[in-house]
Every structure is written in structure tokens, then in C-alpha cells.
């Protein structure tokens, strides 16, 4: 498949703090392709840069052949956007914002009905064209921005956490229609999220920590990378038993609210083993197969999930910076 984004080398630097530190990576052309990272990990930073909204400190890349710094305008009108946070009129209906983007980006007047019809139908909201979009559901949002950033037939859609914010059947919803998008000929999927279930899905993900991708693959291959099963016990003394796994297999544990978790290469045969000579009683088992959060504990020491959670607490608590 052909390269549609090209990246080398891209910098975004505020003040004496690097919030993206020289990245480099390829999108194919027709791709769901994924950034997953903490919150704070630069995502929305390199979408933003990508997508002409901020420009990059240094470093080199190209959408849909043009430069993104060179060739603002052939960028812009090369994609979509649908930004973290929702940019949709809400006194507006449906249609009006629609009608909007349409002048915004040049639709051709005699083509504007016919491509709203065709949008609000990839997202089922044909019904709801003539509603004032302040009452539509969370949800219904989305789709209803999804449906705007595809007026202009982009061909390569951005979407930064298109489902923050969602329940989780909303969230399974929104991504059938992504999946659906994707089957429309041409059209790239860029994504960034943090939660592993929708990097699954990607054809392949960047992980970025800390303003750096850490690692780049299938998501399959990510979890192969990390190799063995994960086994996760609970005994009656987890302190010792801590050490003694440490010191006996030589490898790596880490507790976490009462469970000891470690890499072991095949794992069922290892299980067996290890429950038969163990001499601390264990109180529980469970053995399963590498996650995407473990790709990214293994590569950082630290969980995603954690981090975001605190994150989202601390900010619930107002004591959020
Ligand atoms: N305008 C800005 N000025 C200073 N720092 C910023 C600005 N925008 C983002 N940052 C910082 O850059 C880092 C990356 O932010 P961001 O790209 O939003 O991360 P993500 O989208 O992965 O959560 C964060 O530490 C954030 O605080
Ligand atoms: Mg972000």
C-alpha cells in the first residue's frame, strides 16, 4: 500500500519543555492507524501538528504528498479532523453545521445536498438533519462530527479520543461506524486513545510515551514481543512470595493491590509446575495471554490504565493541573 503520511523527525517544543520529541513513522494509505499513550504522552501535540493547527518546531512530514508546513492549505483540504473536544455549534441544527463546513471547505454549492445526505447516512442521523444539535446525545454528537469531517471527502481522517467521555456501548457504536469508514474506499483512519481496547483494532499502533514512540506494530506483534503468558497469583504472604519468584525464576514481579503479576515463557505447563513446588500457600490463579497494557508496562514499567485513572480522579477532585 502506498505511504499517505510521512513523518520524520517531528518536534514540538514549549518553551524549555519538549512535549514531542522527534518522531518518525509512515501511514499507509487505507490504514487504521493508531497512537496509544497516557494522557500527556503528545498525542493530541502530533495530531495537532499534523493536522496544521500548531506548527512543529523542527522535522519534516507530508500528508497526502504535501508538506504540512509548505502547503497548508492542500493539507488541510487532504483531511478531516475531529478534535478532542467537541467543536460543533450546539444552537445549530444538524444540517447548518453541516452547511457550514461545506462553504468552510469549498463544497461546490450544486454538490453540498447530496454529499450532507450521503454523510448523515454513513452515521444514521438522516433523521435527526433538522434538530438543534444542544439536544442530541452525547453520542449523536460524535457521529454528527465524524459525518463533518468526511464532507469534503477527505483522504485521511484524524480522530483524536473519539470516544473520551462515552459509555461503552456508545463507544462500541461509534466504532462500528469507524469500521464502516474504513471500508470506503481510500479513506485513512489516524486515531489516538488511551484505552487499549480500541488500540486492538488498529491495524497498527504507535505507543508513545513521554513525547517518544516507544514502540510500532501490529498490535498482535506488539503482544507476541513481549512473549509468554501473563500469570497472575494471590498467596498468603505476597511479600516473601515476591522475593522468592524474583529470586527463583528470575523474573520481574509486580504487585498491585494484592496480586503478584510476572512473565512466564509457556505458561500452562509452567503452571502446573509452579503451584505442585511453591511452599507459600497461593490463594488464587489466573494465567492469560498478553494485553496491550502489558506492551506498555513492559516497555515503561508503568500502566496506562493507572495513569489515566488518577488523572481523571485528580481532576474530578479539582486538584488538577
Ligand atoms: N500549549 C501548550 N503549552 C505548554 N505545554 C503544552 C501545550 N500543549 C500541550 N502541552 C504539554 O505537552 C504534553 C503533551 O500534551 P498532549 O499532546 O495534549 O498529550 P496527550 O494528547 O497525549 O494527552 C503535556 O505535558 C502537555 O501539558
Ligand atoms: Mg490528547
Known amino acids: 500500500m502506498p505511504t499517505i503520511v510521512e513523518v520524520k523527525n517531528l518536534k514540538k517544543r514549549y ?5 514531542v520529541k522527534g518522531v518518525s513513522f509512515d501511514v499507509e494509505q487505507g490504514e487504521i492507524f493508531g497512537f496509544l499513550g497516557p494522557n500527556g504522552a503528545g498525542k493530541s501535540t502530533t495530531i495537532n501538528m499534523l493536522s496544521t493547527i500548531i506548527k ?3 522535522g519534516t512530514a507530508t500528508i497526502n504528498g504535501y508538506d504540512i508546513v509548505q502547503k497548508r492549505n492542500k493539507v488541510r483540504s487532504s483531511i478531516g479532523l475531529i478534535f478532542q473536544a467537541s467543536t460543533l455549534d450546539e444552537k445549530l441544527t444538524a444540517n447548518e453545521n453541516l452547511m457550514l463546513h461545506c462553504k468552510f471547505y469549498g463544497v461546490a454549492k450544486k454538490l453540498r445536498e447530496e454529499r450532507i445526505q450521503e454523510v448523515l447516512q454513513i452515521v444514521d442521523l438522516t433523521d435527526k438533519r433538522y434538530n438543534i444539535v444542544e439536544t442530541f446525545s452525547g453520542g449523536m454528537k460524535r457521529r454528527l462530527e465524524i459525518a463533518r469531517g468526511l464532507l469534503h471527502y477527505p483522504r485521511v481522517l484524524f480522530l483524536d479520543e473519539p470516544t473520551v467521555g462515552l459509555d ?16 470506503k474506499a481510500g479513506i485513512t483512519i489516524f486515531l489516538t486513545t488511551h484505552y487499549m481496547d480500541e488500540a486492538e483494532i488498529c491495524d497498527r499502533v504507535a505507543v508513545m510515551d513521554h513525547g517518544a514512540l516507544i514502540a510500532l506494530d501490529k498490535p498482535v506483534q506488539l503482544k507476541k514481543n513481549v512473549g509468554g503468558d501473563i500469570l497472575e497469583i494471590a498467596t498468603e504472604d505476597n511479600v516473601t512470595a515476591k522475593s522468592r519468584i524474583e529470586e527463583t525464576y528470575q523474573t520481574e514481579v509486580l504487585e498491585k493491590e494484592g496480586i503478584l503479576t510476572f512473565q512466564v515463557e509457556r505458561g500452562d505447563e509452567f503452571l502446573v509446575q509452579f503451584v505442585k513446588e511453591f511452599e507459600i500457600p497461593i490463594t488464587s490463579v489466573n494465567l492469560r495471554r498478553p494485553t496491550l497494557n502489558d506492551v506498555f508496562l513492559n516497555l515503561t514499567g ?5 495513569e489515566t485513572v488518577s488523572q481523571k480522579d485528580r481532576m474530578k477532585q479539582g486538584r488538577g493541573h
Open 15 to 19: 518553551k524549555d519543555f519538549e512535549a
Open 168 to 183: 461503552p456501548q456508545t463507544r462500541a457504536h461509534i466504532w462500528d461506524y469507524i469500521l464502516k469508514l474504513k471500508e
Open 302 to 306: 508503568r500502566e496506562i490504565r493507572e
Open 56 to 58: 512543529p518546531s523542527s
